[in-house]
Every structure is written in structure tokens, then in C-alpha cells.
């Protein structure tokens, strides 16, 4: 799983870095606002854990930016020192998915990416049962009625993702931003074949299009 932390305090960042590693995560580390933008340019990540107060660009800006302007959708932490309640509803407000205030023990912190990683399904190991069809992420896998089927990698990020946004409309370009980098995003067309190659499997009844606006997962 690859996590974008946005972090200008050395000590804390080099602990909290430390600590994702050892647990097995993917960590790009960002000591300032404009630097995690640029990542978010170049890279697709499962999960955003960002300090609110940051130079040159807060967190509750990138945050601003990531939902506004790139239409990236993924999970964000929002770590902070201020015990008012104005950022905490600035950051709810913009979409912020959880919100953990400093001073925090690293047990805390696991159990905030822990809920997170199961409300997401972003613990690719664990199946997801899709009413009769089990979904295994982490092998590219569907099995119906007791036979394997194989997805493509990107077959498997598009349904994770429809997934994880069940009953809400997702735009083509919600879902280019959030699956794919900025220098290889494919054409509508090939999104559509994913869209249709997945219909075969699923039932087409599952994911239904919605004229002008996007896709809706069942």
C-alpha cells in the first residue's frame, strides 16, 4: 500500500516514517505542501496522511487542491496541533476522512489507518464479497460460482474503486485521477472497454452508466 506523509517536523516525521516502513507500507515522505502536490502529479496513492500546518502550502490546502482541482478521492488523515474546533471543520468540510490531534501514541495511529485501510478496502489481502461473487484484490481475482477469473491490474483498481464509492456517480475523470499517473492516463475508449470487460463478469445490471455524469456501482 503506498501512502503520500506530509510532515515538516523532522523528529516526527522520521518516526512516523520509520514506523510506516516497518509495518510494510510504501511511504513517500513530504516536508512541505508544494513538494506533496508534485507527488501527487507523478504518483497514484492508496492513502494521504498529511499535518495541517505545513510551509509554503498547508495541509488543508493540498487537501483543498486534491478535491477540488485533481479530483483525487483517495483516503486523508488529517494530523494536527490546533485544539480548536474551526480546523476540524474545515478539514470535514473538504472531505478529510479522519483527524488525529498531537501529542498521539503510534498504537493510536495504527488503529486510525487500521479503520481506514478496512472502510476502504485497502487491505489487499482480505476478500470482498460482491452478493454471491468474492473479489480478492490482491490476486487479481473473481471467483463465481466456485470458478477463478482473472482481472487485469487495472480492471482490479477500477472495481476496487467502485467498490470503495458504492451508490455514488464517479466521472470518468474521478476515475483517470485516481487510478492512473499523470503521464500514462489512457482514453475514455479504454476506460470503457475496463468498464465493459468488467460488466461481463460481474452482470451488467452492476455497474450502471449514467448519461453525461459517469458510472454508478450496484
Not at 516526527?12 to 510494510?24: C, E, P, R
Not at 487485469?152 to 499517473?181: C, G, M, P
Request: glycine share 4%; hydrophobic share 40%.
Amino acid at each position: 500500500m503506498k501512502i503520500l506523509l506530509l510532515e515538516d517536523d523532522p523528529a516526527l516525521s522520521d518516526i512516523l516514517y520509520d514506523h510506516l516502513k516497518h509495518n510494510g507500507f510504501d511511504v513517500f515522505l513530504a516536508g512541505t505542501g508544494d513538494e506533496a502536490l508534485e507527488y501527487f502529479i507523478d504518483e497514484v496513492f492508496d492513502l494521504a496522511i498529511m499535518d495541517i500546518n505545513t510551509p509554503n502550502m498547508s495541509g488543508l490546502e493540498v487537501l483543498k487542491i486534491l478535491r477540488s482541482d485533481y479530483k483525487i478521492k483517495i483516503p486523508v488523515i488529517m494530523i494536527t496541533a490546533y485544539q480548536d474546533t474551526k480546523h476540524l471543520k474545515d478539514a470535514f468540510e473538504n472531505e478529510v476522512d479522519d483527524y488525529i490531534k498531537k501529542p498521539f501514541d503510534l498504537e493510536e495511529f495504527d488503529q486510525r489507518i487500521n479503520r481506514i485501510c478496512r472502510h476502504f478496502a485497502l487491505n489487499k489481502n482480505d476478500s470482498i464479497d460482491l452478493k454471491g461473487i468474492t473479489f480478492n484484490p490482491n490476486e487479481c481475482e473473481l471467483i463465481i460460482k466456485g470458478k477463478r477469473e482473472s482481472l487485469a491490474k487495472k480492471e482490479r483498481d477500477i472495481l476496487r474503486y467502485f467498490v470503495t464509492h458504492k451508490s455514488r456517480v464517479i466521472s470518468s475523470e474521478e476515475l483517470l485521477q485516481n487510478i492512473w499517473k499523470y503521464d500514462e492516463q489512457p482514453t475514455d475508449a479504454t476506460i470503457r472497454v475496463y468498464i465493459k470487460n468488467l460488466r461481463e463478469l460481474l452482470g451488467k445490471d452492476r455497474i450502471t452508466t449514467i448519461r453525461a455524469l459517469g458510472y454508478k456501482f450496484e
